[in-house]
């Protein structure tokens, strides 16, 4: 298999390191800002429920417990989303099931903007959430496998633009309705957001399907057709072709537009292959993306960007239309440095930037924390120094937060499993996400009385520094290496471990340089 590799990147020039970049594919780019789109969904849910709470607490008597759980339950609900939409996008495609998404969620925001009731409200959360999840988990799968490896991190980091876009375009919409009666004004901020889905639904019918679906499809000929149009060179074809069809078993010498394929390429069997017998890569590889995602969230940016008008009032800020507008400056502020990350991805790598914002959210935490602990601690007193502290700590945080573990967690897990398992992998990695989500905005409110607010981000920051261990020792550099090589690339810690254990040692290096040598080919 090594020795079929090498000669078969012997055929095609490398593609990795020319003397001059690429310039960016313009249709690539179309695609994936179609395809990313649907991620203003869970964004704008987030940033206008944050605001809209206020008003429903008030309009509907609610206490504490149930805002909690109408806040949080979308990330639950969204796991069923998440869970689904591996399967289904292996079975109607990637494209498909984004129309599938925008969809759902069009019906839940109706549902949520015409609720008379709580019980209402959370049965079109409910509905959502499904939208959501069905969303989160399929665009970042569909622009990674579209995009070429130049820009692939480029391109695969749109998802959380639009995420953050859609979270300013909430606090931009609380804003703006903030002045109407209690009654109504909730309910257009919800009820708005399923406008964007409409238009979403109907914009990405205009998308091709990912390539790498339709080789495991059988559809090779259509599968050129996308990849002439989204590739940088002739030679990209060639060799992103190539490696999709050894990937999925077919031969190479195979040359047919259409060619039959076996069930299993419909999602059958990976999750045996993923968590039942999983190699010591894939293992490697679903330990990752697990963990990344769960330190996404489990470092407090939901709770920051969901009660982010409640920690600005415990900050000092009482008026409503001041904490709507500081809440304003928190999602400028996230989607201006994604915009940031977005050009720094495949210039420095993934590595850096999830290093550079971990260690920059440790700081900010640690600083938001003593903040809110000397306020507490001073409640007759307006201490305007602490009041500071804590509004460019919140700034802070979401800055860095914007520049790495936000956008890079999404480009990196979508481009480390194999293709056998992107879809199924990711759902995984996605379902984390939402979960430790759902349980970190659930339980914010109570945690802060339980162990003060100041306390609570002093947890995060305990997290975070755990999160930057992790990352440290566990991640590879994957910048730049094409999709069907990540599997290699997760091999070669393995194969330094086997080394210190001892072993046939000329034989696992011979295996690790000819895996090296595969990566530096592209």
């Given at each position: 298999m090594g020795e079929q590799k090498v000669e078969k990147m012997a055929d095609f020039p490398a593609i990795e390191t020319?003397?001059?970049?690429?310039?960016?594919?313009?249709?690539?780019?179309?695609?994936?800002?179609?395809?990313?789109?649907?991620?203003?969904?869970?964004?704008?849910d987030i940033g206008v429920m944050s605001g809209a709470i206020l008003f429903i607490q008030d309009n509907l008597?609610?206490?504490?417990?149930?805002?909690?759980?109408?806040?949080?339950?979308?990330?639950v609900y969204s796991l069923i989303g998440s869970a689904a939409a591996g399967r289904t996008s292996d079975w109607i495609g990637r494209r498909y099931t984004i129309v599938f998404a925008g969809v759902i969620f069009f019906f839940g925001a109706v549902m949520m903007g015409l609720a008379p009731n709580y019980a209402f409200l959370m049965l079109g959360r409910f509905v959502a959430g499904i939208g959501v999840g069905y969303a989160l988990m399929i665009a970042p799968v569909y622009t990674t496998e579209l995009s070429p490896a130049s820009s692939r991190g480029f391109l695969t980091s749109f998802p959380d633009l639009f995420i953050n876009g859609g979270i300013l375009l909430g606090y931009l919409s609380n804003y703006a309705f903030s002045g109407l009666p209690n009654h109504l004004n909730w309910r257009l901020m919800l009820g708005i957001g399923a406008i964007p889905s409409v238009f979403i639904a109907v914009g990405v019918l205009a998308m091709p399907e990912s390539p790498r679906w339709l080789i495991m499809q059988g559809r090779l000929g259509d599968a050129r057709w996308v990849l002439t149009k989204t590739s940088d060179t002739k030679e990209e074809v060639e060799l992103r072709l190539a490696d999709i069809k050894e990937t999925v078993g077919i031969p190479a010498n195979c040359t047919d537009d259409v060619v039959s394929m076996p069930k299993r390429s419909h999602g059958e069997g990976v999750w045996t292959d993923l968590l039942i017998r999983p190699t010591p890569s894939v293992r490697r590889i679903l330990i990752a993306a697990v963990g990344i995602h769960f330190f996404q969230q489990g470092t407090g940016i939901d709770a920051v960007v969901l009660y982010s008008p409640r920690v600005f009032k415990k900050a000092g800020i009482k008026k409503n239309n001041h904490l709507l507008a500081a809440t304003v400056a928190v999602g400028f502020t996230k989607t201006c440095f994604i915009l940031v990350a977005t050009f720094l991805l495949d210039r420095i790598g993934r590595r850096p930037l999830f290093l550079t914002s971990v260690a920059g959210m440790i700081v900010s935490l640690a600083g938001l924390g003593f903040g809110l602990t000397i306020i507490s601690q001073n409640p007759d007193e307006r201490i305007i120094w602490a009041i500071v502290i804590c509004i460019v700590t919140i700034l802070a945080y979401v800055s860095f937060f914007s520049i790495g573990l936000g956008p890079v967690t999404w480009v990196y897990t979508a481009e480390i499993f194999p293709l056998r398992l992107r879809a199924q992998g990711t759902s995984m990695g996605v379902g984390?996400?939402?979960?430790?989500?759902?349980?970190?905005?659930?339980?914010?409110?109570?945690?802060?009385?339980?162990?003060t607010i100041g306390g609570s981000f002093f947890l995060f920051t305990g997290i975070a520094v755990v999160a930057w261990i992790f990352f440290y020792t566990f991640l590879p550099e994957t910048q730049?290496?094409?999709?069907?090589?990540?599997?290699?690339?997760?091999?070669?810690?393995?194969?330094?471990?086997?080394?210190?254990?001892?072993?046939?040692?000329?034989?696992?290096q011979l295996g690790h340089v000819e895996a090296a040598s595969n990566g530096n080919a592209h």
């Open positions: 020319p003397e001059k970049k690429p310039k960016r594919n313009k249709y690539a780019i179309g695609c994936a800002i179609l395809a990313s789109m649907t991620s203003i969904l869970l964004g704008y008597k609610i206490g504490d417990v149930k805002v909690q759980l109408l806040v949080g339950s979308l990330n984390t996400n939402r979960l430790v989500s759902g349980v970190v905005s659930m339980t914010f409110l109570s945690l802060s009385k339980a162990i730049g290496k094409i999709l069907e090589d990540m599997e290699t690339l997760f091999e070669k810690s393995i194969w330094r471990s086997k080394l210190k254990r001892g072993g046939n040692t000329s034989q696992v």
